[in-house]
Structures are given as structure tokens and as C-alpha cells.
């Protein structure tokens, strides 16, 4: 299926772990060039390496940065506009859960995580604006996650900061909208990323392999579809609101969670 992507240049935030680096390898496969970034060099460094064996190097730029520091995502953005000379897309995935109920988060846990939420996409969407208003096919994918809707008692401070960026994603469309540019969301229930992988090494119990202990986490949430999702689920939800595919939806979202959300 053709996409409209061949030539497109996507830059996609934590593009070396998970989710994002699904999304990089189906914007590969589709034709796009594509940007990755994260703040481990290793886990990069792994990351370009699988990339390259599938798709080779010349259309496939992978740096170091943290979206949380300004200074690295203006240089992240300038290599961008020198390799590709501009950018179509922008997917802002990077990011991670926070846990704790209201009586557990204090005042520096509530402020990290308001920080990581909003300036993980107000930093790469400010930089990256002038190309992407350059583009014929501007779009913007938020990814964010079902708390923002349905919060959970053991995610507060998430669950919150996740309801301020899908308002923000709105307004963004809004504002965006005569630019030519569309933003979109994806709400993720439970997906089987890196998080997951790196918290059942620490977490998970002695003799329950990873299969069975995530499937106890399906189980426990009673997910309708029964499972938790993979990254490349969430992946083709991205590719597709990233596309022309979608050309006439902004201020939109898509729900990957297997059902879990209980709303209309
Ligand atoms: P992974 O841990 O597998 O991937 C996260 C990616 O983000 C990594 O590449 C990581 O690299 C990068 N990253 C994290 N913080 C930063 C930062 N400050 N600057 C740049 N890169 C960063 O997790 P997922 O694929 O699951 O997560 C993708 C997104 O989906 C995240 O925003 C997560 O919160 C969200 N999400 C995931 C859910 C799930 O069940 N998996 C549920 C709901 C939301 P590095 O650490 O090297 O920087």
C-alpha cells in the first residue's frame, strides 16, 4: 500500500527504544527518511545498527538528544536541515510513565513530570515549526495514553499531565491548521515496549517467564482484547495519522488499547 511517505522526512523523538522504533522502521518501509533520537548513545547506537540492516544508512539520521534541553533539540533540528533539508513530519513519543497516587507524589516528582509531558512536546514542535510549515504535508503525531481520559488512582501526576497535552494537541490544531500543518494523538492503553522489558527485569518475580507475567498484567486490567499491545501496533496508528492518508483529520485521535476505553 502506498502510503504518500516516499521521500518524506519523519523525525520521530525516542526513536531508539519501543514505539518509536517501530514507528521509524515502518516510516523506513514506506519510503520516508527518518530522524531518531533518545538520550542513551548505546541504546541508539543499537537501534541505528537494526535500522541499517533493514533499510541501510542513507536515509536514516540517529543522534543524541534530549528533548527536555533546548539547546540539544535546536542542534538535533539543525542536523535534520542539513541531512534532509527539512522535515514533514514530527512524532513526539519521546517520554516514560510515572507512578504514584496523590499521597506519594511530591512537589519535584508533580513538576518532572509536568516538565517531561509538556516540554517534551512544546520543545521538538517549537524547533522543528518553520520546516514543517515549509512542508506540503505537515503533520504532527502526539503520542499520549488512555490515563488522559480515564486516570488512574496509582498514575496521578500522569494521568493529568496526559490530560493537559491532548488539550494542548487541540489547540495546537487549531492554531496549526492554516499552516497547512495537522495534529493528531494516539492513545495507548498497555504496549510492550522497552518500559515493560526494563521493568520486569527489575520487577518481575523469580520464575514467571516475561510472556506470563505481562499476561497477568492483561488479565489484571481486564483488556477486552485480551493482551497487551505490540509496539508496531501503535506504530501503524502513528504511520497513518503521519500520512496523507489522513489528510482531512487534525485535532483528532486514535485509541490503541484493546478495547479498554469505557467511554462513547
Ligand atoms: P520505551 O522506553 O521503549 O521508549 C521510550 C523512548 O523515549 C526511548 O527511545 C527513550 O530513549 C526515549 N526518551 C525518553 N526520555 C527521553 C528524553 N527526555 N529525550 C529523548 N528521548 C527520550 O517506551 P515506549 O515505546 O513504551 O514509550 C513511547 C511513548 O509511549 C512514551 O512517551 C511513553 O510514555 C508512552 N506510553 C507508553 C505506554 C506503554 O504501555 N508502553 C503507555 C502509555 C504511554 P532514552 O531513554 O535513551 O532517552
Redesign the pocket.
Known amino acids: 500500500m502506498d502510503f504518500g511517505l516516499k521521500g518524506k522526512v519523519a523525525v520521530i523523538?525516542?526513536?531508539?527504544?519501543?514505539?518509536?522504533?517501530e514507528t521509524a522502521r515502518m516510516m523506513l518501509s514506506a519510503g520516508a527518511r527518518v530522524a531518531i533520537?533518545?538520550?542513551?548513545g548505546d541504546?541508539?547506537d543499537e537501534?541505528r545498527r537494526d535500522l541499517e540492516a533493514g533499510f541501510g544508512a542513507a536515509n536514516l539520521l540517529a543522534m543524541t538528544?534530549?528533548?527536555?534541553d533546548i539547546d540539544q533539540v535546536g542542534q538535533f533540528r539543525d542536523s535534520v536541515r542539513d541531512l534532509f533539508g527539512g522535515t514533514d513530519i514530527l512524532v513526539n513519543?519521546?517520554?516514560?510513565?510515572g507512578r504514584g497516587s496523590f499521597d506519594e507524589t511530591s512537589d519535584d516528582a508533580w513538576r518532572e513530570e509536568l516538565d517531561?509531558k509538556f516540554f517534551?512536546i512544546i520543545h521538538p514542535t517549537r524547533a522543528f515549526l518553520p520546516m514543517l510549515e515549509a512542508s506540503d504535508a505537515g503533520a504532527i503525531v502526539c503520542?499520549?495514553?488512555?490515563?488522559s481520559q480515564k486516570p488512574e488512582p496509582h498514575m496521578v501526576a500522569t494521568s493529568a499531565a496526559r490530560a493537559g497535552v491532548l488539550n494542548l494537541a487541540k489547540s495546537l490544531a487549531r492554531e496549526f491548521a492554516p499552516k497547512g500543518i495537522r495534529v493528531n494523538s494516539i492513545l495507548?492503553?498497555?504496549?510492550?515496549?522497552?518500559?515493560?522489558?526494563?521493568r520486569y527485569e527489575t520487577e518481575g518475580p523469580e520464575g514467571v517467564s516475561r510472556d506470563d507475567w505481562l499476561a497477568g498484567f492483561a488479565r489484571a486490567r481486564n483488556i477486552p482484547l485480551g493482551r497487551?499491545?505490540k509496539?508496531e501496533e501503535?506504530a501503524a496508528a502513528i504511520v497513518f495519522l503521519a500520512s496523507p492518508l489522513s489528510s482531512y483529520t487534525t485535532g483528532g485521535l486514535i485509541d490503541v488499547s484493546g478495547g479498554q476505553a469505557q467511554y462513547v
Open positions: 523523538t525516542g526513536g531508539s527504544s519501543g514505539i518509536g522504533l533520537c533518545g538520550r542513551s541504546r541508539l537501534a538528544c534530549d528533548v527536555l513519543n519521546a517520554g516514560r510513565a517531561l517534551s503520542v499520549n495514553a488512555l490515563l495507548l492503553g498497555l504496549i510492550e515496549s522497552g518500559q515493560w522489558r526494563r497487551m499491545g509496539p501503535p
